[in-house]
């Protein structure tokens, strides 16, 4: 199993990314993809989680209203679309799959088996 993630890189306050997270060598229908980032110094955090069968999401309270969520089962990806960035949102992004029958609480991130690399994401004030 793989999971990749791109998409980040330097943009200014308010401006926006897309994060992307690819996976393969699992059955991404049974997946749900869980969004998480570490600024330094700081504790890894949920941003957001999605569903894959069904989409149902949840989020960082932080994000809502700016951050959404997509995915495309054709192509095994789901999209982090972040806009309004704020000072506050540069870290390290990283994408985890946990099978959404698990039933955990989706921001707990050492219940998610499979990791991608991070992406990091930078904003200028």
């Known amino acids: 199993v793989q999971l990749q993630a791109s998409g980040g890189g330097l943009v200014q306050v308010g401006g926006s990314l897309r994060l992307s997270c690819t996976a393969s060598?699992?059955?991404?229908?049974?997946?749900?993809i869980g969004w998480f980032r570490q600024a330094p110094g700081m504790e890894r955090e949920g941003v957001a989680y999605?569903?894959?069968?069904?989409?149902?999401?949840y989020w960082l309270e932080f994000v809502k209203g700016r951050f959404t969520l997509s995915r495309d089962s054709a192509k095994n990806t789901v999209y982090l679309q972040m806009n309004s960035l704020k000072p506050e949102d540069p870290a390290v992004y990283s994408c985890?799959?946990?099978?959404?029958?698990?039933?955990?609480?989706?921001?707990?991130?050492?219940?998610?088996?499979?990791w991608g690399q991070g992406t990091l994401v930078t904003v200028s004030s």
């Open positions: 060598g699992l059955s991404f229908d049974d997946y749900a």
């Open positions: 985890a799959a946990v099978r959404s029958d698990r039933g955990i609480p989706w921001f707990d991130y050492e219940e998610y088996r499979y």
């Open positions: 999605i569903s894959i069968r069904d989409g149902s999401t």
